[in-house]
């Protein structure tokens, strides 16, 4: 046993004195190589010379030599690297064994892409190229490291600023393309498409020339673009696939596209809007100078800093000059006799000192003095500060010059100036009512301040301003004044002289002729008639009568019936027409944006606004609210049946049946098609459901006539919810009255249906 131990001892020995001649043997292999690198350091010199990183390792991976740029690139000594497993500097190890198996394989290795990690933990993107060569008897691996970390972030920023330009290219909002002269299409974005209405495919059979309306246009489009190389806002008219000429607005370049040079890079913008909107405020210009120059008064118009904007004709006939002569010149500098009083008295009115009437002596175009009596407003911008000022006057010179002839004159002539004092004050109440009717808000007190100053300009008549009705059937006393027994306060318009002839109607001794029907005085009396029109339609009737006067009134200057005051009234007829014009149209503008035209309900913005409002009144104050969701049943069956215009009819019944079924506070609104809600303030849900099978069962029996037939009856679905019971916000409870009605329409329609909670 003993000496099988000490074989084995003696075995044991042998291997461990092999082992380390082995060892012995592979140091001195090491220092040998260390000592032929250490030899070569006139070459190491230059190894470190180099500005790519460079590395030579053994087959495991440990490191024999680097060069600086190699320790600068990852941030280690030489000694630290020296200690570390190139593995380790790896992001990705899988990528150190792969580089290593492709190496195997083919003996080198190029361009190959890594992540490392530097001492400091920071990550570089580098480039390899790896070669097997032999040093000193034994096979290394050179490796050259090449920092790529900048060249890839530059590459990325490239690729997507070229990214940001395609998208910019291809979303533009206006169409652009690239094309040839002989109108071959290179390239275009995705907006072209919708502006012309084709599709990618049927667009790719199209030429540029294609596009045009008027073809030489476009050819005068090119001849501009070869001669300047560029051109700006080239209006033509383009083709649509449909064939609707549209307006565009072209830009173009010549650049170079590609492998293509001098080609034509044109931006196309639609101004098909622009242009209607120009032609709507060229309409809205040629109507206002029909009006100006139709005035009977003065009109001009300047800027803060006098400089003339608008003249009418009566400004032209009474100085003489033509407005293309004045435009543009100071208003006290061009026209004035004593222009720094007049600049004064405008300076007075831009630092909100009205004057009033003025009269001061214009010089006109000849050289002659003409005395102008004068009034003045002001056109103020966004920020409350005066933009323009608007000068209405009269030449008065003749009647100045009546006033010095009448003061040189007896007494006699005294009565002569009473008549020019009232004519002066008419024409001052006159201007002021002009200045309240421009601050009315509604018709009703257009109408009362109408009234006021017609008394006041008149003191010894009685009357009335009768507006007729959207039907034009009825004429009817919005405000009287003095007696009201000598006329009707109701009367078809075509019982009045003045609406059928369009002009006044005078009635008395001086002047026969056929009285009014509406009038209901004595015969001998003087009834005169005014009708009030605006842009060409008769929207009223002011009347005055005078069944009492004395033989001494009769003479007195204020006589209803004399040339001046039928004048006067004429004018404050006109005026008060106008202002009542523009409230209507205020009016119908502002039912429009809440009314659907085709129902006279409100529309679902107004609805869904109100019933927040209603909502909040209501959890303030406790209370309910009811909310119905109806609609036709089967309402596609009845447009298939009768048409769209039948289907509108109906639409359109149901609509004024609503607004009369209703009460004024309930809210009923056309939601879209055939679809309605209506919002019942203070209704309980039990309320709501009552009022809701009224509504039901009354509808069931509605006759609609279209084309002088009658339609088929129809019927409703009706979903009812209420505030609180089915949720505290619009959306809530107009979601539970949809839910039921649905449910009543799979119940068999014709029906109501309650919410659940």
Not at 52 to 76: D, F, H, P
Not at 589 to 611: A, H, K, P, V
Not at 689 to 705: H, M
Request: glycine share 6%; net charge negative; charged share 25%.
């Amino acid at each position: 046993m003993e000496d099988m131990r000490r074989e084995e001892h003696l075995e044991k020995s042998d291997s461990i004195a092999e082992k380390n001649q082995k060892l012995e043997a592979t140091v001195a292999r090491h220092k040998n190589v260390m000592a032929a690198i250490m030899a070569a350091n006139e070459e190491l010199l230059l190894f470190n010379a180099v500005p790519v990183g460079i590395s030579i390792t053994n087959a495991k991976g440990q490191l024999i030599r680097a060069n600086k740029t190699v320790l600068e690139l990852l941030g280690y000594t030489i000694q630290e690297m020296s200690q570390i497993d190139l593995f380790d500097i790896y992001v990705d190890a899988k990528e150190r064994v792969a580089l290593v198996e492709k190496l195997e394989k083919t003996g080198s290795v190029r361009g190959f892409e890594t992540d490392l990690k530097r001492k400091d933990g920071q990550i570089v993107r580098v480039m390899i190229h790896c070669d097997t060569i032999t040093l000193n008897g034994e096979k290394v691996l050179l490796t050259s490291i090449q920092d790529i970390t900048k060249f890839k972030a530059d590459q990325e920023t490239r690729e997507e600023a070229e990214s940001q330009r395609y998208a910019l290219f291809n979303n533009a909002p206006v169409g652009i393309t690239v094309t040839d002269f002989s109108g071959g299409v290179i390239a275009n974005n995705i907006a072209i498409y919708e502006l012309l209405g084709y599709t990618a495919e049927e667009f790719k059979k199209l030429s540029a020339v294609d596009f045009y309306f008027d073809k030489e246009e476009r050819q005068q489009l090119l001849d501009e673009t070869l001669k300047n190389h560029i051109v700006r806002d080239f209006e033509t008219s383009f083709l649509r696939k449909d064939g609707k000429p549209i307006a565009v607005l072209l830009n173009t370049d010549l650049i170079d596209f590609g492998d293509q040079h001098g080609v034509l890079l044109t931006s196309i913008r639609d101004i098909s809007n622009i242009k209607h909107i120009e032609e709507e405020l060229v309409k809205e210009r040629d109507f206002t100078n029909a009006i100006l120059d139709t005035a009977a008064l003065l009109i001009l118009v300047f800027d803060q800093d006098g400089k003339i904007t608008k003249a009418n004709k009566a400004f032209e006939k009474i100085t003489g000059y033509t407005f293309l002569e004045i435009r543009g010149k100071v208003f006290w500098e061009a026209l004035s006799a004593e222009p720094d009083a007049a600049r004064e008295r405008i300076q007075q009115l831009l630092q909100g000192i009205h004057p009033g009437i003025n009269e001061s002596f214009w010089v006109t175009k000849s050289g002659a003095k003409r005395l102008i009596s004068w009034t003045i407003t002001v056109l103020l911008d966004k920020a409350a500060a005066v933009e323009y000022v608007v000068v209405t006057g009269v030449d008065i010179t003749e009647r100045r010059q009546a006033e010095d002839e009448l003061l040189a004159v007896n007494i006699k002539l005294k009565s002569w100036v009473g008549q020019l004092e009232e004519k002066a004050k008419d024409i001052t109440l006159l201007g002021e009512m002009g200045g309240y009717l421009q601050g009315c808000n509604s018709v009703g007190e257009a109408c009362t301040i109408g009234a006021q100053y017609i008394s006041q300009i008149c003191p010894l008549s009685s009357g009335a301003i009768y507006l007729i009705n959207s039907s034009r059937d009825l004429a009817e006393a919005y405000e009287t004044w003095g007696s009201e027994t000598a006329a009707q306060k109701l009367f078809p318009p075509m019982n009045c002289w003045a609406v059928r002839r369009g002009k006044m109607n005078l009635i008395d001794e001086d002047h026969p002729g056929p009285v009014c029907a509406h009038i209901t005085g004595p015969k001998n009396g003087r009834y005169l008639c005014l009708p009030m029109a605006a842009k060409g339609e008769i929207i009223g009737v002011l009347h005055l009568n005078h069944t009492n006067l004395s033989s001494a009134e009769d003479q007195l200057p204020n006589s209803p019936c004399g040339d001046h005051k039928t004048t006067v009234l004429s004018a404050a007829a006109e005026t008060i027409a106008l202002a009542l014009s523009n409230i209507m149209l205020q009016e119908t503008l502002r039912q429009q944006s809440i009314r659907d035209i085709l129902t006279g309900l409100f529309n679902r913005r107004y609805m869904e606004e109100s019933l927040t409002r209603e909502l909040h009144r209501a959890e303030r104050e406790h209370a309910s609210v009811g909310v119905l969701m109806f609609d036709i049943d089967h309402f596609k069956d009845f447009n298939d049946v009768y048409g769209h215009d039948g289907g509108d009819a109906m639409l359109h019944e149901l609509g004024s049946f609503l607004l009369k079924n209703t009460r004024g506070e309930d809210i009923v609104c056309r939601y879209g098609g055939e679809e309605f809600i209506a919002v019942f303030p203070n209704a309980t849900l039990e309320n709501a459901s009552k009022r809701a099978e009224d509504l039901r069962l009354k509808i069931k029996e509605l006759v609609v006539y279209h084309l002088d037939k009658p339609l088929r009856k129809c019927t409703i679905s009706i979903g009812v919810a209420s505030f609180p019971e089915h949720g505290h916000t619009s959306d809530e409870i107009i979601k539970a009255a949809d839910n039921a009605l649905y449910r009543a329409k799979n119940e068999g329609r014709d029906r109501v249906a309650l919410a659940t909670r």
